[in-house]
């Protein structure tokens, strides 16, 4: 059963850049059916793309969040990652990262709650 | 980039039937996937690709997407289903996903 857990620090400062790391088990990052993407929901919003990436290092990102947004994998370990630079109040949110198929987000992590704040 | 418009709020009675819609401006992608968000949760597939359920989801949901509306089914409501509903598409032209904005569904 492919599982996946997001992982970093649930405190960032403003203007400091947020770091998450998503590390996926049961199954591989490499298999070349699949993307892995970042989601973020700010307390009581929607659902917000930020990216997506494939093994090979090929990304897409979210227009709107471009320019603060790296998504990273390291098929060595099994995982992938985001970095968001510059955060503010505004970046508070769940983030998920989840397993993209062609047709769909089949697997999602449980989330992690990241605070903006000093 | 597409636009997706979902209802925020709708109710159902208990064991009737209810149908949560989701517009885009511009679908790039014949297929919309739903997700159910029950509070503290991550989101759960319910439905994806033509009408396809993962296993373990109950029959009663089903989907349809024609022309720029997606809809997502819930075929004899029960109090469990109670929970915020998201549509989602991938654009096959830039391979960018975009979420609807939530439908919250009240079983009543």
Same mark, same amino acid.
């Given at each position: ?11 960032? $400062? ?37 990216? /997506? ?23 060595? $370990? ?25 047709? /769909? ?9 990241? /605070?903006?704040?000093? | ?7 925020? &709020? ?31 949760? &991550?989101? *759960? ?24 509306? &997606? ?11 109670? &929970? ?12 960018? *996903? ?11």
């Amino acid at each position: 059963q492919l599982q996946l857990q997001e992982s970093g620090p649930g405190l960032v $400062k403003p203007s400091e850049t947020l770091s998450l790391t998503c590390n996926v088990s049961g199954g591989s990052i490499s298999s070349s059916a699949y993307f892995w993407a970042w989601i973020r929901q700010p307390p009581g919003q929607g659902l917000e793309w930020l990216g /997506t990436i494939y093994y090979s290092g090929i990304t897409y990102y979210n227009p709107s969040l471009r320019r603060r947004v790296t998504i990273s994998v390291d098929t060595s $370990k099994n995982q992938f990652s985001l970095m968001l630079s510059s955060v503010t109040a505004a970046d508070t949110a769940v983030y998920y990262c989840a397993r993209l198929g062609e047709l /769909t987000l089949d697997y999602w992590g449980q989330g992690a709650l990241v /605070t903006v704040s000093s | 980039s597409s636009e997706l418009t979902q209802d925020p &709020a709708v109710s159902v009675a208990l064991g009737q039937t209810v149908r949560i819609t989701c517009q885009g401006d511009s679908l790039r992608s014949p297929y919309a996937s739903w997700y159910q968000q029950k509070p503290g949760q &991550a989101p *759960l597939l319910v439905i994806y690709g033509k009408n396809n359920r993962p296993s373990g989801i109950p029959d009663r949901f089903s989907g349809f997407t024609s022309g720029n509306t &997606a809809s997502l089914t819930i075929t004899g409501a029960q109090a469990e289903d109670e &929970a915020d509903y998201y549509c989602n598409f991938r654009d096959s032209s830039n391979n960018h *996903l975009v979420f609807g904005g939530g439908t919250k569904l009240t079983v009543l």
